[in-house]
């Protein structure tokens, strides 16, 4: 049967028009998604929610978007490294600092008229011409070889976020203890995922509060599986620890702990509904 599925994601790269054949008795649903960048169809598995990406194609381009304050001699070098990266092939700055204005050539600026917060970072990925996202603050810099370590680990498993760094949790305790291989977050200072997985994100938003330095903790958490950090060695940082580093403000600890607080009584419900979605699929298996 023949069925057209409208999809509410058009911003991530669903096509709404896309008609796929369907078993009724099948908990899958099936999406084309198209790179706008590309021309090329990537296939997206949707099953009670979770949305499982085909790995891309090593020569996958991606697209950078780089969140800014206070920190713009930071962000000349760093976009300075990116244009010369293979991969990248669209670089987009968000500047949350509304009393400076910034300009480069050939790079997408958005100069917001306030202090938006982090979360406006997401809302920027659908605008993206690429389905690949590297996101990185501006107060580290990476090597294009140890960028490259990240992507070649994303390739695997395209269903999880990537980064340089990760966190864990301890019987619901957040620490700042950096952590590598499989973990519950990936630390948002770099961050590399398929654009679908905002879909998880997305459905958050209205019920739950994201805090203002925790969207890093509600991406990871809201997604159906863990993450992986990537050990890439030796970071170079410039301002990770200077007066406008959001981990020196009061309450920052307090308001990544709440974040989670709030994101496990969900994480329950995915394991649930993935438990679940597993369990249609061998009763099916075994009917046919």
């Given at each position: 049967m023949w069925r057209?599925?409208?999809?509410?994601?058009?911003?991530?790269?669903?096509a709404p028009r896309s008609l796929l054949p369907r078993n009724e008795d099948m908990p899958l649903s099936s999406y084309l998604c198209e790179s706008q960048s590309?021309?090329?169809?990537?296939?997206?598995?949707?099953?009670?929610?979770?949305?499982?990406?085909?790995p891309p194609q090593k020569d996958r381009q991606l697209s950078a978007i780089l969140l800014s304050w206070r920190r713009v001699e930071n962000l000349n070098r760093i976009i300075a490294d990116l244009r010369r990266w293979k991969r990248v092939t669209e670089i987009i700055?968000?500047?949350?600092n509304c009393d400076r204005t910034l300009s480069y050539p050939n790079v997408t600026v958005i100069n917001a008229p306030r202090n938006?917060?982090?979360?406006?970072?997401?809302?920027?990925?659908?605008?993206?011409?690429n389905d690949t996202i590297w996101f990185q603050d501006d107060d580290i810099f990476v090597k294009e070889t140890q960028f490259e370590t990240v992507f070649k680990a994303y390739l695997s498993n395209a269903s999880r976020i990537y980064g340089c760094r990760g966190r864990n949790l301890t019987k619901g305790i957040y620490a700042m203890v950096d952590a590598f291989g499989e973990c519950d977050i990936i630390v948002s200072q770099t961050m590399m995922f398929h654009r679908s997985l905002l879909y998880h994100l997305f459905q958050l938003i209205g019920r739950i509060q994201i805090g203002w330095a925790a969207?890093?903790?509600?991406?990871?958490?809201?997604?159906?599986?863990?993450?992986?950090?990537?050990?890439?060695?030796?970071?170079?940082?410039?301002?990770?620890?200077?007066?406008?580093?959001?981990?020196?403000?009061?309450?920052?600890?307090?308001i990544r702990q709440r974040q989670v607080d709030m994101m496990l009584p969900f994480r329950n419900e995915i394991d649930l509904d993935r438990r679940g979605s597993l369990a249609r699929q061998c009763k099916t298996k075994k009917s046919r």
């Open positions: 057209e599925k409208i999809s509410a994601e058009r911003g991530l790269g669903i590309e021309k090329r169809c990537t296939l997206v598995t949707v099953r009670s929610g979770q949305a499982d990406v085909v700055v968000w500047n949350n938006f917060g982090s979360l406006v970072r997401y809302c920027i990925v659908p605008l993206a011409i969207d890093d903790i509600a991406f990871s958490l809201s997604c159906p599986t863990r993450h992986i950090a990537v050990d890439v060695g030796p970071l170079e940082e410039f301002g990770w620890d200077d007066e406008n580093a959001q981990w020196r403000m009061p309450g920052w600890l307090e």
